[in-house]
């Protein structure tokens, strides 16, 4: 069983590895990538990967609706419009495949503004708190879920 993946990731991200390693690591998000691709070539499968960053909220939006019917399971780092968008939690309403939603840091452990998250509540699980190794782990778990599914 071979399915399509897509890896969203939000404002800032592309900033990954150059600011704050304390909080987010010394990987870049093209090393996170990689490794992601590398991981699913290892599982096998074939499965189908497209990995995207946008520091704009609309064209996540966008990207959400495209996989609507196109793409069988999204994992998502919203970044931080994990903790404001309506616009997203609501593309991600509309999308019926399974939905993960992904933070580098657990923001619980954060200012209380990042406490909330609009993702959550519309995202199947939710991973925080394990560094950028949570891609890898997201995205085996997504893989896992779909073929419970399928
Ligand atoms: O922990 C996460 O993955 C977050 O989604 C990251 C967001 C933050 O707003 C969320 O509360 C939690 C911020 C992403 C910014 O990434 C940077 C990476 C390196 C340097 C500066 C920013």
């Given at each position: 069983m071979s399915f399509r993946l897509l890896v969203l990731n939000g404002p800032n991200l592309n900033l990954l590895g150059t600011r704050?390693?304390?909080?987010?690591?010394?990987?870049?998000?093209?090393?996170v990538e990689a490794r992601c691709h590398a991981l699913l070539a290892a599982m096998g499968g074939n499965h189908e990967l497209v990995f995207r960053q946008s520091n704009h909220e609309g064209?996540?939006?966008?990207?959400?609706?495209?996989?609507?019917?196109?793409?069988?399971?999204?994992?998502?780092?919203?970044?931080?419009?994990?903790?404001t968008s309506v616009a997203i939690h609501d593309a991600l309403?509309?999308?019926?495949?399974?939905?993960i939603e992904l933070h580098i840091s657990n923001p619980h452990l954060r200012e209380p503004f990042r406490h909330v998250s609009y993702v959550a509540p519309a995202a199947d699980a939710?991973?925080?708190?394990?560094?950028?190794?949570?891609?890898?782990h997201g995205l085996e778990i997504l893989v896992r879920k779909l073929g419970e599914k399928a």
């Open positions: 704050e390693p304390e909080i987010y690591g010394h990987d870049t998000l093209a090393d064209e996540l939006v966008t990207w959400i609706q495209q996989a609507i019917g196109t793409v069988d399971g999204i994992m998502i780092n919203a970044g931080a419009y994990t903790h309403r509309a999308y019926q495949g399974q939905t939710v991973i925080a708190g394990l560094g950028v190794a949570g891609y890898e």
